[in-house]
């Protein structure tokens, strides 16, 4: 049997963090450079020992992954998408170009301090036996043993893994299996972000299963009087390829239900820091957002209405237009704009890399997240924490409406209905396209759909505005509209 290996290579900046020394004696990073244009070539190994040749030959300006071309081919060049066009031989680094299949490595991932290797490799074997059987190979992490002279400055600051697998098309599914048996060993934990989510861990990253994901595993650039001391990849077994579907099974619906216990019982334990961190965090993006919005002519009660709706609904999932996001370019420059910019110029920022909206300081602040904004809906995927998707929608219309004023209202809400990206109208009525699905539109629907579209006040006495919900009667007659 014979594995293969993708490396990457930049034809721009280099893909390894570069560390300086400050002047108070510390080691200071500067976060890697993403890759955009380059080329990729697929090597072959037969056994461990060809793995650990493989991880250790890469250098600073490649990385490596699992994910080779679904077409086959062994080498070419990768662009951005919307680069492709003018670049035909190229290929455009995506789940469907890329893929997992076939006999390949599987990676491990540890960045939980304290844990020395061989306890690493005891833990795991101890969750999962059949690990044991593969071949595998272990490298410190690139932010590893940056030394100045005699002293490590990082010390090990995370763990890789290699396994050798027979289907590494499998191994998101294992990544899983690991973490949640980790966590019945005792190894789990929770961890509440600077914005209040409650981010469940263990000392396996299950994100790295990703076919997007690339692996550095040339070191750093110390920059002198530093220098990085990792050492060679170490071989830990002989063993060969391993038959994950066999060697690492599911969980059993009983110890499903013992993780699941675990994880809620310790969210519940947080639940009152990660209130108020929530409120901490909300309260100062609120603020930090004033100013801005307040020069736009709002007065303060509105522009902090409208901040606090922008923060509230981050933190659901949901991205509106004036959120900011931070988008790293090639070579690590990095741009700050809102979802507003970014959808009105989808072109230019679609499938770029960018801070995690929530947790920017994921992995050392790592461009861990990606916009994909071609699609009727657009989102920015996100690997901490497992893997999460955030919505992008322009910010919230409101609208304002008092007695004796329903259809003008109606009139209004028709016009958004019909100019929003979702809906589409056919012969038979409108249908509406949700998480991948056509469905028709339906009065609950249509109301759900508003609902994240629109302000809704209702105009009183002295007139004061109110939110109020949608009228189901309102509704049904937006709906009626859209169908003649």
Known sequence: MTGRVNIWESEGSPLAKRWTLAPDGRAEKTTAAQLYTGTYSVREFKDVHGLAEVVGGTTTQQAISASTPADGSVSGRVVPVRLLADNPEAKARTKKEFVLQGPSFGLIDCDEAGITRDELVA????????????????LPSGSSHICHGDKDLTGLRGQHIYVMVKDVADWPRVLKV???????????????SKSGAVL??????????????????????????????????????????????????????????????????????????????????????VARRLPELMAKGMSAAE????????VDAALSGTLLGDFLLTVVHDGGRQEVVSVNQVLSDPERYNECDCLDPINPEHRGGAADARLFLLSASPIVYSLDDGGKVFRLRRQKVRLAFASGQRVELVD?????????????????????????????????????????????????????????????EVAELVLSALYR
């Open 123 to 138: 833990m795991l074997h101890k969750v999962a036996p059949g690990l044991a059987g593969a071949g595998a190979v272990w």
């Open 178 to 192: 690991l973490a949640r048996r980790l966590w019945l060993a005792g190894h789990g934990s929770v961890k509440v």
């Open 200 to 285: 469940t861990r263990c000392p396996v990253d299950t994100a790295v299963g990703d076919c997007a994901r690339l692996v550095f595993s040339g070191g750093a650039i110390a920059v002198a009087p530093l220098e990085q001391r990792r050492g060679k990849p170490v071989v830990l077994s002989e063993g060969g390829f391993l038959d994950t579907a066999k060697a690492i099974p599911d969980l059993a619906d009983e110890e499903v239900g013992r993780y699941e216990a675990l994880v809620a019982k310790a969210k519940a334990e947080v639940a009152g820091e990660a209130a108020m961190a929530r409120a901490a965090h909300r309260s100062g993006e």
């Open 303 to 310: 522009a902090e209405r409208v901040a606090g709706e922008v």
């Open 412 to 472: 209004q809400l028709v016009s958004i209905a019909s100019a929003n990206d979702s809906v589409f109208m056919t012969d038979t009525g409108p249908i509406l396209l949700d998480q991948g699905r056509l469905m028709p539109l339906t009065s609950p629907r249509l109301m759900n759909l508003l609902g994240r579209e629109v302000t809704l006040c209702r105009v009183g006495s002295g007139g004061k505005e109110a939110p109020c919900d949608l009228p189901r």
